[in-house]
């Protein structure tokens, strides 16, 4: 929920692109299905072209987060088949 750094995004997009020119789909903040309370938006969902349903999540993390919070936002990805990264 804390607002995004000028360096957060432009790590969103420098990986977004990156997947984008090995000819990889990649969305940023991809809103989903969240922890009860908290607004969760993948920082970068990306998928290979032939493979739609393989799915991944790019997290950029720079802001302090408890290892808690690490846990159950891979288990939502685990749940919603999205594998967390």
Avoid: F
Wanted: aromatic fraction near 2%.
């Amino acid at each position: 929920g804390a607002t995004m750094s000028l360096e957060h995004l432009t790590a969103q997009q420098v990986l977004a692109d990156g997947i984008r020119s090995r000819g990889a789909h990649a969305e940023l903040e991809v809103p989903m299905a969240s922890l009860v309370g908290q607004d969760r938006r993948i920082d970068v969902l990306a998928w290979p072209a032939a493979k739609p349903n393989a799915r991944i999540a790019l997290e950029v993390q720079k802001s302090d987060i408890t290892v808690e919070l690490i846990d159950a936002r891979t288990q939502c990805y685990l749940e919603a088949g999205i594998a967390p990264l």
